[in-house]
Every structure is written in structure tokens, then in C-alpha cells.
């Protein structure tokens, strides 16, 4: 019905940048909350920042200020813009969305991507 697609992992030196996009489709009637989570070998999903449909965002206090959190509502797509990277942040990215679909019109139903590797080499 509703499928993530997300884009923009990889190897990258500490300190430098990368920018992961994820778009949404399918049977979409809106999205509520888009959101990016990581996962780190041998660690729990965790949220790494969240934004609404009317774009106030919440992020993990071990990325604000490095990481900012957008999205294209007309698209469907949501971005994360991650800069001074650090070794630490090596992980499994996948993106989150609370989705209305066209079957519904009602109820929520939360969508995940297949994830995407983000290696910070140090």
C-alpha cells in the first residue's frame, strides 16, 4: 500500500556530511509525523529526529545542532541533513511515517523504510 524509499547513505569521514532522503508512495491519503530513527550493531532503534506536518521538529540531544530534520509535503519526502559527523553515528538509518491511507481516510498506520548504512570513518 504505502512504500519508503529511502537514499543518501555511505562511507563518509568524520567531520563531514551527508544528506539522506526518504520518499513516500502509494495509497497516501496525508502524513502526520515523518521521522528518521538509526540503529548501531549490538543497540536499540533509536529516534533520531521527528517533524510534523506542520513542521515542528524534536531531535535526540546527541545530534541537535549537527543534524536538521526537513520535509517536502507536496512529495512526500523527508531529509536529513547530517553535518560534523562523528564515528558514533555509524548506523543503520530508516525513515518513519505515520501515514492516513486512501483505504481509511481514518486511521494511522506507521510505515518503515528498508534502511540505509551511514559508515563515519575516523
Known amino acids: 500500500q504505502v512504500q519508503l524509499v529511502e537514499s543518501g547513505g555511505g562511507l563518509v569521514q568524520a567531520g563531514g556530511s551527508l544528506r539522506l532522503s526518504c520518499a513516500a508512495s502509494?495509497?497516501?491519503?496525508?502524513?502526520?509525523?515523518m521521522g528518521w530513527y538509526r540503529q548501531a550493531p549490538g543497540k536499540q532503534r533509536e529516534l533520531v529526529a521527528a517533524?510534523?506536518?506542520?513542521?515542528?521538529?524534536n531531535y535526540a540531544d546527541s545530534v541537535k545542532g549537527r543534524f536538521t530534520i526537513s520535509r517536502d509535503n507536496a512529495k512526500n519526502t523527508v531529509f536529513l541533513q547530517m553535518n560534523s559527523l562523528k564515528s558514533e553515528d555509524t548506523a543503520v538509518y530508516y525513515c518513519?511515517?505515520?501515514?492516513?491511507?486512501?483505504?481509511?481516510?481514518?486511521?494511522?498506520?506507521?510505515?518503515w523504510g528498508q534502511g540505509t548504512q551511514v559508515t563515519v570513518s575516523s
Open positions: 502509494g495509497s497516501i491519503f496525508s502524513i502526520n509525523t
Open positions: 517533524i510534523t506536518s506542520g513542521s515542528s521538529t
Open positions: 518513519n511515517a505515520g501515514v492516513i491511507t486512501t483505504r481509511s481516510f481514518v486511521y494511522e498506520y506507521d510505515y
